[in-house]
């Protein structure tokens, strides 16, 4: 797995929740975007970012597209090493950040000091 960090956005973790709702599965850039609420100009670029990161693999399904009346489909799946990494990245993601008066006030809020 090539370890290159990218920008964890809010759509890159919608993304990542959708297929870590069943890593085993292979799913496709439109049906990831439909249960990620996302554009498909925005779930490629996402799926070919994770794809170079090595989190997902992805293949061209084998069917005729005159006889199925549609183009190929793409289909994703995150890696073993993906799934271990996708996990910790929404996990990171979900956890909330520190308020900027904690930070200032070295760790308690100012909501806690009653003078």
Partial sequence: MT??????TVPTRL????????PELERYGLEIGREA??????VHPILARLESAGWV????ED????????PARRYYRLTPDG??????????ARRPLPSR???????????????
Avoid at 3 to 8: C, N, S
Avoid at 37 to 42: D, F, H, I, K
Avoid at 101 to 115: C, F, K, Q, R, Y
Wanted: glycine letters at 12%; zero cysteines.
């Fill in 3 to 8: 370890e290159r960090p990218f920008r964890m």
């Fill in 101 to 115: 008066s904690a930070t200032a006030l070295g760790g308690s809020t100012a909501m806690g000091s009653a003078s």
């Fill in 57 to 60: 693999s992805s293949s061209w």
């Fill in 37 to 42: 609420g996302l554009p498909s100009g925005t």
């Fill in 83 to 92: 799934v271990v990494a996708a996990r910790a990245a929404v996990a990171r």
């Fill in 63 to 70: 069917v005729d597209p005159v006889r199925a009346g549609r």
């Fill in 15 to 22: 993304v990542l929740e959708v297929l870590l709702a069943g």
